[in-house]
């Protein structure tokens, strides 16, 4: 099921198609040079839930319910806000919401899974409750956090660990049939940015990876419900995030959806002198249609009015089409 790193395959989108281009992972969009042993599996479309599309890369809002974010601090009324802004990711077009009550920032203190699940839970069932059935991440390392989401209808599980933090969220995630997202990190959230270091970081996170894959199947988790993320940012020097990103192709090899998570992170930041998060959206829409173009089946953001107005050109300059 899996290529060998050797073997993972790079993405084109340049037109006209050459003689034997196979779309990538069912992408309209995306395609690769056919004709080896591994062609079908590449080719083969991935799909997240039956109700996502396959052909295109898939917008993912990013909806944080943590303290902080919250004009209020967090107490009243904050489930009301957390709803209004979901509400405006899905009319935004986002195709999923991404629901996170614990700052994975690089430093961060941890959250008591209580706290985390009373501010998560709620408002997934708020935004249910309101007819919202856009499918649902929740942003979380813990089993208990994930099983209240996944009660209160969330659908997928993000987990920024890749199944190393908490022993019992495999279980519940095959429990519920739920999509799992595994992302890497090299160290925990408090000290993964001291000094990163990989002697080569495409094949070292690929084969990470791929082992967390094979645990999370040996877990119950169907091989077909995993999607694979190298965590921009987790543990990475600026170019380390580079080369993961110009390399980002090469994980269709894994066998399982790419999702990408870049928006307004700090190298953004870095490479264009822009000091403050907020300020940078134009970056994060550069490193949305590089990921589109590598063939990334999620992108993870949170300007999605801005994103989906830019992969709307970008879908229109790349569609398969006959001349
Ligand atoms: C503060 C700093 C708060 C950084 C949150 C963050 C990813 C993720 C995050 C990602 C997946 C952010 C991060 N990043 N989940 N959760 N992939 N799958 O910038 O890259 O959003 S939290």
């Not at 083969?44 to 898939?58: A, C, E, F, G, T």
């Not at 904050?78 to 979901?86: G, H, I, Y």
């Not at 008591?112 to 649902?136: F, H």
């Not at 921009?232 to 995030?241: A, D, E, M, V």
Request: proline share 6%; charged share 20%.
């Amino acid at each position: 099921m899996r290529i060998p790193f050797a073997d993972a395959p790079t993405a084109r989108t340049d037109w006209p198609r050459a003689d034997g281009a196979l779309p990538l992972a069912g992408s309209a969009h995306v395609w690769f040079e056919g004709a080896s042993a591994d062609s079908a599996m590449l080719a083969r479309p991935k799909p997240i839930l039956p109700s996502l599309p396959v052909d295109r890369p898939l917008v993912m809002g990013i909806v944080n319910v943590t303290p902080d974010s919250f004009s209020d601090g967090g107490t009243l009324g904050s489930v009301a806000e957390a709803v209004a802004r979901a509400r405006t990711q899905v009319e935004a077009g986002a195709d999923i919401l991404d629901i996170g009550g614990e700052s994975t920032r690089p430093g961060a203190a941890e959250v008591p899974v209580v706290d985390e699940t009373a501010r998560t839970a709620p408002v997934i069932a708020a935004i249910r409750a309101e007819g919202i059935s856009t499918p649902i991440s929740i942003d979380t390392r813990k089993a208990g956090v994930a099983e209240a989401a996944l009660k209160a209808g969330a659908d997928i599980v993000n987990d920024v660990s890749a199944l190393t933090w908490d022993a019992d969220l495999a279980r519940v995630t095959a429990e519920f049939g739920a999509p799992i997202c595994l992302m890497h990190a090299q160290g925990t959230p408090q000290t993964m940015q001291a000094d990163p270091r990989y002697d080569d970081v495409l094949r070292e996170v690929y084969d990470w990876l791929g082992a967390r894959m094979d645990h999370a199947v040996a877990q119950g988790i169907a091989p077909e419900k995993i999607i694979t993320d190298v965590g921009i940012g987790f543990g990475k020097t600026l170019q380390h995030n580079l080369t993961l990103l110009k390399g980002l192709a090469l994980f269709h090899g894994l066998g399982a959806p790419v999702l990408l998570g870049a928006s307004r992170k700090r190298f953004i930041g870095t490479l264009s002198g822009v000091d403050e998060a907020a300020a940078r959206m134009p970056g994060s829409l550069a490193v949305a249609l590089h990921a589109a173009a590598q063939g990334a089946q999620i992108i993870r953001v949170h300007d999605v009015a801005e994103t989906v107005q830019a992969l709307a050109l970008w879908r229109a300059l790349t569609l398969e089409d006959d001349v």
